[in-house]
């Protein structure tokens, strides 16, 4: 058998479309896939897919337009609608969730015609070169802590947990998180001392991680736990810190978590916690310490000791400035 996994999928009876468009319910529909089908896709974007059909749902419900199956006007009505609000990037994976769904149902899709094509190109030849570049909203200290909440004592609980924690206290970059090792990590019941090997090769920098006041954010018993439970340190010392699971996280593979897989953990994570995961990935870890050190009245120099940033205009640019900072030099001016 020489088919490919979407060929075969397309052999398989289609669905019947969802009885109504929330994101629980499209949630509950994409996980109810068979194998093959759900097998296409990471399990954030399936995730990610029922976050994008609802809000295309919603305006189609306003618009008094079927979702599902839909023609190519409301798919083209939906793009113009939302160009101003919603950047290139998400309006082109609405548009895969919405071929999608249409596959799934046996029915041909909006997004392939001819005039969703030339109304989806002259778009982005109108919008996206204005456009700079989107910046993931940061994950501070209370949505760290958002994030955390809904774990409880599962192998893959105590993995993301750890990769969250330690990823976010040490302003860690995803590939940093994929590239650790076991042996990467020391610790103390008071801190960790996490060594950053950039290609593999030599230390670039030593990067500190406190014992926690809370239980759920510390990272010094996150790790403990999450080494403990997978055995890192016993079974076979060394070896990536952070390891893949089996379908349904049931239980720990041998091979890397690579990041990819860190920046999935984030998003699946940010809507079990009821956020809207287009607006995080692996990079709203380090955002987030940034920002939440910068409004703490933490010291620059400070802060770029932990992240490793090299430049005064590197740092800035990972902070959020969406609420007004305690340490805004403008109000101690004399003004």
């Not at 599962?154 to 090792?181: I, Y």
Request: contains cysteine; hydrophobic residues 40%; proline residues 8%.
């Amino acid at each position: 058998m020489d088919e490919t996994p979407e060929e075969l999928a397309a052999l398989l009876p289609p669905l019947d479309p969802p009885p109504v468009f929330d994101v629980d319910t499209l949630h509950v529909w994409f996980a109810s896939l068979d194998p093959v089908r759900r097998g296409l896709r990471a399990p954030a974007t399936w995730h990610a897919y029922a976050v994008d059909l609802a809000h295309y749902a919603l305006w189609c419900e306003v618009e008094e337009r079927p979702p599902l199956p839909a023609d190519d006007e409301t798919v083209a009505g939906y793009l113009q609608a939302h160009i101003e609000s919603l950047s290139i990037a998400t309006l082109r994976r609405r548009m895969a969730a919405i071929a999608v769904a249409h596959g799934l149902v046996g029915a041909p899709s909006p997004t392939d015609g001819a005039h969703v094509g030339l109304v989806w190109k002259g778009l982005r030849r109108a919008y996206e070169p204005t456009r700079s570049p989107r910046r993931v909203d940061a994950l501070e200290t209370r949505g760290l802590a958002q994030l955390v909440a809904p774990l409880e004592d599962t192998v893959m609980d105590h993995r993301d947990r750890a990769l969250l924690v330690m990823g976010f206290a040490g302003a860690l970059r995803r590939s940093e998180l994929s590239a650790l090792e076991v042996d990467d990590i020391a610790w103390t019941p008071e801190r960790i001392l996490v060594t950053i090997r950039p290609n593999g090769s030599r230390a670039e920098r030593i990067v500190e991680l406190p014992r926690g006041r809370r239980v759920e954010t510390c990272p010094v018993r996150s790790w403990r736990k999450w080494a403990d439970v997978a055995r890192l340190e016993r079974d076979e010392p060394g070896g990536p810190a952070f390891r893949r699971m089996t379908k349904g996280g049931k239980s720990l593979r041998p091979e890397r978590l690579g990041d990819r897989g860190v920046a999935e953990v984030v998003k699946r994570r940010t809507l079990d916690a009821g956020l809207d995961p287009t607006l995080f990935s692996g990079h709203s870890l380090r955002a987030g310490f940034v920002t939440s050190a910068s409004r703490a009245g933490v010291p620059g120099v400070s802060i770029a000791r932990q992240t490793g940033h090299r430049s005064a205009a590197a740092l800035a640019a990972c902070v959020r400035e969406d609420r007004p900072f305690p340490t805004n030099p403008a109000a101690h001016v004399g003004l």
